[in-house]
């Protein structure tokens, strides 16, 4: 690749990494991916791959167990009367799976919806022809505990609801416990997608109270692309036979098959469950939920200060910043364009993502992954440079950007 390379210098910029694993560029030009998944994975992740295994041998099946209970186990204190049943596919997939095998066909659903993602569960929720109910904060706002207290008690139809726990298009981390507290006050089932959070901020059914919640390999627990996982409450999971709407999809059928036979339904993606035990063994090395919180919280902390001493300001306030990916405003500048931004921050070995907000222009960089606050150093201070290049005189953003965060704080 023909990056004026950052790499070699982040090799250097990573040694100072504190738990176990000496974890280094991804490989030398390859440029870290400041996105949420897909993420920069480490080495010992991929090289897991390299070896085939035979999804019926019990030497796979031993994988399997190991994986189940090594997620079950990252729910912490509760964790007991929840089981684990990964879904093949992306993490839309295992979401779909969730909504299809937990909701009702007769009573409703309220998708709490603040940005893409819950657009998305609600889009799934039409497919499935199932009743819901939407409540749309927009791209960004929270959705807050009276609010959703008030839906419930207007309208007894609704049994189920499900919250987006940090809405990645904003990096919002949204108010998981106010929300459980209000749906459990009135005696109704919660579903979580937890997709870009799980194994970062901590989800404890001994504070939470919820049936089911939805992760994938290639987030926070830092392996590949191949499958997601619901973990519910085996309660839930036994009431959930012949609820589904799909063969494959169906989370009951596959728990019931994994239970009696050790193995997947359909063919497992092998070496992704290869290389993701790696990165759960990872994880467990650098301290779990906690340690892996605090490591993306620094990347951000680092990010944020680093960003916002350059000109550029945040979307969400601070209370609101999760630790997994954060929205920075276009700087009204009109030398300022994001894809010309892009390509030089990729020509230094960064990999940006676009922003997703409708109102204001907007890009994100995500904390996740296999970087620590060295690179995110390292990210800020080619940011510098490049809006140097560019000719941008202030990194600060349009008014209106402002205008539009003063939303939050009303
Ligand atoms: C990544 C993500 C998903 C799943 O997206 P895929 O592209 O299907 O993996 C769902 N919800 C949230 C909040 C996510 O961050």
């Not at 390999?217 to 309660?235: D, H, W």
């Not at 995110?376 to 008014?399: D, H, I, N, R, Y």
Request: charged share 20%; net charge negative; hydrophobic share 45%.
């Amino acid at each position: 690749m023909a990056f004026r390379c950052a790499a070699t210098s982040m090799l250097s910029l990573l040694e100072p990494m504190t738990h176990t694993d000496k974890l280094p560029a991804p490989k030398l030009g390859e440029p870290f991916l400041l996105t949420p998944g897909p993420l920069t994975t480490s080495i010992k992740v991929k090289e897991a791959m390299l070896r085939d295994w035979g999804s019926w041998d019990d030497d796979f099946k031993a994988m399997t167990a190991e994986l189940r209970a090594g997620l079950i186990e990252l729910l912490g204190p509760g964790c007991d009367a929840f089981d684990c049943v990964p879904i093949q596919g992306s993490g839309t997939y295992a979401v779909e799976a969730m909504l299809a095998s937990f909701t009702p066909k007769d009573r409703k659903t309220l998708i709490l919806s603040n940005g893409a993602y819950g657009k998305r569960a609600a889009q799934t929720m039409d497919y499935l022809g199932r009743p819901f109910e939407l409540l749309d904060k927009g791209d960004y706002l929270p959705p807050r505990g009276h609010e959703v207290t008030e839906r419930l008690q207007a309208d007894p139809e609704i049994s189920h609801v499900l919250i987006v726990h940090c809405e990645t298009s904003s990096g919002i981390l949204n108010p998981l416990q106010e929300i459980s507290d209000a749906v459990a006050a009135v005696g109704r089932t919660l579903l979580i997608d937890s997709m870009s959070a799980f194994g970062a901020v901590p989800l404890e059914p001994s504070h939470l109270n919820f049936a089911a919640m939805v992760s994938s390999a290639n987030k926070c627990i830092e392996g590949v692309p191949g499958f997601g996982f619901v973990l519910a409450r085996k309660s839930d999971l036994a009431a959930a036979k012949g609820n589904g709407h799909s063969l494959s999809l169906d989370v009951h059928a596959q728990w019931a098959h994994m239970e009696k036979t050790g193995q997947w339904r359909f063919t497992p993606p092998t070496h992704v469950v290869a290389a993701f035990l790696e990165a759960l063994r990872a994880h467990k090395r650098e301290g779990g939920v906690a340690g892996r919180g605090a490591r993306y919280a620094r990347n951000r902390d680092v990010l944020v200060s680093g960003m916002r001493s350059l000109g550029f300001e945040t979307l969400l306030e601070a209370e609101w910043l999760s630790p997994i990916i954060v929205t920075f405003f276009c700087p009204a500048d009109p030398a300022f364009s994001f894809p010309a931004f892009y390509d030089r921050m990729k020509s230094r070995g960064f990999i940006l993502y676009p922003g997703k907000l409708t109102v204001v222009d907007s890009f994100r960089v995500g904390c996740i992954g296999q970087m620590d606050e060295f690179v995110m150093t390292g990210v800020v201070a080619a940011a510098s440079e490049v809006l140097a290049e560019m000719g941008v005189q202030s990194a600060a953003p349009p008014a209106e950007a402002l205008a539009e965060r003063a939303k939050l704080a009303a």
